[in-house]
């Protein structure tokens, strides 16, 4: 487990030197938050909207987001800043982790990296407080919020 956690951190540290690397022929650096969120980070928007309707390849956006979507509070309308969300190989928290995205200060996340693996992954949501949640079924998509607060209920987490 801790393994693990170390390793997947060494992975996000090592995907964070390429981003910069790759940007840094860019006359300016880009701010930290362009290509993933961050807890505190502030530059997303559009709460509970379908992010990729905007943000995918045929789009005009400047960015396209692989994995995006918004989080709130059990009251399911104010956002939940600042948690985090690990997406596992196998359901409730259980196997190995993939990977892990952090959630900005208005309660949204967004990457342009490719974090999941093309079969899915089981997201589990750890809020602020300590309360976690588990999706029981595979996200075969990215894009959280085409079902979450579609056809589902809002993501949320205290
Ligand atoms: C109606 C279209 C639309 C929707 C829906 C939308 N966005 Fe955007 N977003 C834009 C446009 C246009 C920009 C300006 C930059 C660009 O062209 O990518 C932008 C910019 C951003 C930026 C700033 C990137 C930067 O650092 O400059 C973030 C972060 C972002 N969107 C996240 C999201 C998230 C997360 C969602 C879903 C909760 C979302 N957006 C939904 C159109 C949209
Ligand atoms: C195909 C529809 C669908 C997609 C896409 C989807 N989910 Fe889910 N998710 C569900 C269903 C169904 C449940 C279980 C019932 C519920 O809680 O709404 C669920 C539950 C959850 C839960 C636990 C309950 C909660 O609200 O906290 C989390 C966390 C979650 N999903 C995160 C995500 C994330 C992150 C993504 C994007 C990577 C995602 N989901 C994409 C359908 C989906």
Known sequence: MTMKKTRSLFTLLAVGIMIWEGC???EEPPPSTEGYSVNGGTTSH???SICMDCHNASATTTYQWVVAGSVYKPDQTTPAPNGILFFWTKANGTGDIISTLEIDANGNFFTNVSILPGLGAYPQLRGVSGDVKN???LATT????SCHGVTDDPIWVN
Do not use: H
């Open 24 to 26: 840094s022929k860019k």
């Open 142 to 145: 990215g894009n959280c919020n």
């Open 135 to 137: 999706m029981p079924v």
């Open 46 to 48: 559009k709460n509970g």
